[in-house]
């Protein structure tokens, strides 16, 4: 049977890796070894001054290389921390590293697709910690491309990226490609922009209260081969 699309291009946290599981337990070791709590207070501070962040690396305001120092450092102001911001990002990035936390489903998910189908991670992050994370949760096989911003010098929602994503896979046409990720803001307006395809994975259900609006929206896995079937 005729398949509608030939390429999947997955979103890597959030979609096919629990970030939030990762972060919590890499912030709480990493802080461990400096002799500090993370509470929960101190938890959602983090999640707080990450996002700041992280939207301003989606605006190309700052880099990757900032934001992994910057947020420490912002953190161990806020909470009077005697540690430099440097050594701290680099205890937490090799635990995020060694975190493969996935999402419910995803694996079992990757293990159903039809053969038939390539698939690639397009993913906005730090080169060495989402390479360390895919081979700890042992998915390297599952995927034929993995696109890596810091590597594309540009992070999605950018064009750039996707002129780097399509020139990584061979550049099939953009009709054949769908776009599945959690993040309105980077995947599916990045798939918008570009003219690919998108797939919302909405496992929450969350409200879409942005005017991003993907081709398809799915609560579960299911909905996926609804899809490509
Ligand atoms: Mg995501």
Known sequence: MLKPYSWLLFDADGTILDY????TH????AAASFGFDVN??????YHEINSALWVDLERGNITSLELRVKRFDSLASRMDWDVSAVDFSRTYLRELGNSGFMIPGAREM???LPGDMQRAIITNGIRDTQYGRLKTADLMKDFSEIIISEEAGSAKPAAAFFDYTLDRIGFPKKKDLLIIGDSLSSDI???????????WFNPEGRENETGVEPTYEISCWDGLFEIIK
């Open 189 to 199: 307006a990045g798939g918008i922009g570009y003219g690919i395809d998108t797939c």
């Open 40 to 45: 929960p207070e101190i938890l959602s501070l």
């Open 20 to 23: 939030n599981t990762a972060e």
């Open 26 to 29: 890499s912030l709480k070791a």
């Open 110 to 112: 990757l293990a159903d």
